[in-house]
């Protein structure tokens, strides 16, 4: 080899090792999550972990926590807004298992997981998968084995035979839609101290005619209000049809009650709560006859 090769070729050697020696590019940071949610139940829980600000749209009918930002609205499970959702670009989308959801056509926009919310033990389950989608599963721990302490805990066998139904603000009453017992709701009947008037699960919708509802003669009847801060006349005007009911023995035994607030129809965290306001209401009620 010539003398006067022999220094580029040094230079070529100590071009290549210095190569070697240099770091390596950093690895692209994982794309922040963003979360689509078609369920109310859903995105409460996803802001009770923590995950709120992951969250980019939400359903039609959600409520979110006090002080929240308004999030774009995409729909419901049922008609979701496909464009959109599309629109915002999401990372995974969300849902509650519902037989006539669109689940193939959503799933075309960004995976999505669905998850049951129909008993405890669902909701125990779809808590701690929301911690593992949302990269918080020990704040989900907690919240499920909270969720399975208070509501697994089942009324003594002389509590009170309670019929506990959707109310409506507008005073009518034509039928009545009660709370399953296998619900997350008749879970918390029964954790406030009650047993469910209706003691098996049937098929078919949760509904009864006024005169299903006299021949079932609960020992009380609580009327969730989906709403807060009624007056005294918007609360008499829920309570009004419950009054004429007069073959009703708990209706002539002042024995209808109204649970209210924003949240005591929700089937997400805000139930450990809605336990509370239904003991608060079982306690106001006078000895039974």
């Given at each position: 080899m010539s003398l006067?090769?022999?220094?580029?070729?040094?230079?070529a050697l100590l071009a290549l090792a210095a190569g070697c020696q240099r770091p390596a590019p950093p690895a692209p940071e994982p794309q922040a999550r963003r979360i689509v949610s078609l369920s109310p139940a859903v995105t409460e829980t996803l802001f009770a972990l923590g995950a709120g600000p992951e969250v980019v749209g939400v359903s039609?009918?959600?409520?979110?926590?006090?002080?929240?930002?308004?999030?774009?609205?995409?729909?419901?499970?049922?008609?979701?807004?496909?464009?959109?959702?599309a629109r915002l670009k999401p990372t995974v989308l969300v849902d509650q298992q519902v037989k006539q959801a669109p689940a193939e056509a959503l799933s075309k926009l960004a995976p999505l997981k669905v998850l049951p919310w129909l008993s405890l033990s669902d909701v125990v389950a779809s808590v701690k998968e929301l911690g593992r989608l949302s990269g918080r599963e020990a704040q989900a721990t907690a919240l499920a084995e909270r969720l399975q302490t208070t509501l697994s805990r089942p009324a003594p066998k002389e509590a009170p035979r309670v019929l506990l139904v959707l109310g409506d603000v507008s005073g009518t009453l034509s039928e009545v839609w009660y709370m399953k017992r296998g619900s997350l709701h008749g879970a918390a009947l029964e954790a406030a101290g009650a047993r469910n008037a209706i003691a098996e699960d049937g098929g078919g919708p949760p509904n009864l005619s006024l005169e299903g509802v006299i021949a079932l003669d609960p020992d009380a009847v609580l009327v969730l209000v989906s709403a807060?801060?009624?007056?005294?006349?918007?609360?008499?005007?829920?309570?009004?049809?419950?009054?004429?009911?007069?073959?009703?023995?708990?209706?002539?035994?002042?024995?209808?009650?109204?649970?209210?607030?924003?949240?005591?129809?929700?089937?997400?965290?805000?139930?450990?709560?809605?336990?509370?306001?239904?003991?608060?209401?079982?306690?106001?009620?006078?000895?039974?006859?």
């Amino acid at each position: 080899m010539s003398l006067f090769r022999l220094p580029l070729l040094l230079l070529a050697l100590l071009a290549l090792a210095a190569g070697c020696q240099r770091p390596a590019p950093p690895a692209p940071e994982p794309q922040a999550r963003r979360i689509v949610s078609l369920s109310p139940a859903v995105t409460e829980t996803l802001f009770a972990l923590g995950a709120g600000p992951e969250v980019v749209g939400v359903s039609d009918y959600t409520v979110l926590p006090e002080g929240t930002p308004d999030l774009p609205k995409v729909g419901t499970t049922f008609a979701p807004n496909f464009e959109a959702i599309a629109r915002l670009k999401p990372t995974v989308l969300v849902d509650q298992q519902v037989k006539q959801a669109p689940a193939e056509a959503l799933s075309k926009l960004a995976p999505l997981k669905v998850l049951p919310w129909l008993s405890l033990s669902d909701v125990v389950a779809s808590v701690k998968e929301l911690g593992r989608l949302s990269g918080r599963e020990a704040q989900a721990t907690a919240l499920a084995e909270r969720l399975q302490t208070t509501l697994s805990r089942p009324a003594p066998k002389e509590a009170p035979r309670v019929l506990l139904v959707l109310g409506d603000v507008s005073g009518t009453l034509s039928e009545v839609w009660y709370m399953k017992r296998g619900s997350l709701h008749g879970a918390a009947l029964e954790a406030a101290g009650a047993r469910n008037a209706i003691a098996e699960d049937g098929g078919g919708p949760p509904n009864l005619s006024l005169e299903g509802v006299i021949a079932l003669d609960p020992d009380a009847v609580l009327v969730l209000v989906s709403a807060q801060g009624l007056d005294a006349e918007q609360q008499a005007r829920v309570l009004a049809p419950w009054k004429k009911l007069t073959g009703l023995r708990a209706a002539r035994e002042d024995r209808v009650r109204l649970v209210m607030g924003r949240d005591v129809e929700s089937t997400g965290p805000a139930i450990l709560d809605v336990v509370e306001r239904l003991r608060a209401a079982l306690g106001t009620l006078p000895a039974s006859r």
